[in-house]
């Protein structure tokens, strides 16, 4: 059974920072696409930023320039750098993972909210 979980949210000031981290666990046996996505209350889930194996990123265009993603192969995990935040970043943000196991998967982290304000 693998298990997505995420740490790092909370409240924070507009102009703040937040670091989101994401911890793949179980029987993995490779971790090929890791990103992160956010829901804002009566939207539709968006991509925020992805990064591949060999740290090819992507990013939302209204995050380039604030938002960094990073990963540790070796750990597992993978991380998201918020800086400059702003009200409209507020959302619940999830970790999501393409996993080989026997087979291979797509894979959905629990989310952590993620609120900026004043």
């Known amino acids: 059974q693998v298990q997505l979980v995420e740490s790092g949210g909370g409240l924070v000031q507009p102009g703040g920072s937040l670091r989101l981290s994401c911890a793949a666990s179980g029987s993995i046996f490779s971790i090929y696409v890791m990103g992160w996505y956010r829901q804002a209350p009566g939207k539709q889930r968006e991509l925020v930023a992805t990064?591949?194996?060999?740290?090819?990123?992507n990013y939302a265009d209204s995050v380039k320039g604030r938002f960094t993603i990073t990963r540790d192969n070796a750990k597992n995990t993978v991380y998201l750098q918020m800086n400059s935040l702003k009200p409209e970043d507020t959302a619940v943000y999830y970790c999501?993972?393409?996993?080989?196991?026997?087979?291979?998967?797509?894979?959905w982290g629990q989310g952590t909210q993620v609120t900026v304000s004043s």
């Open positions: 990064i591949t194996t060999g740290g090819s990123t």
């Open positions: 999501n993972a393409d996993i080989a196991t026997l087979s291979m998967a797509n894979y």
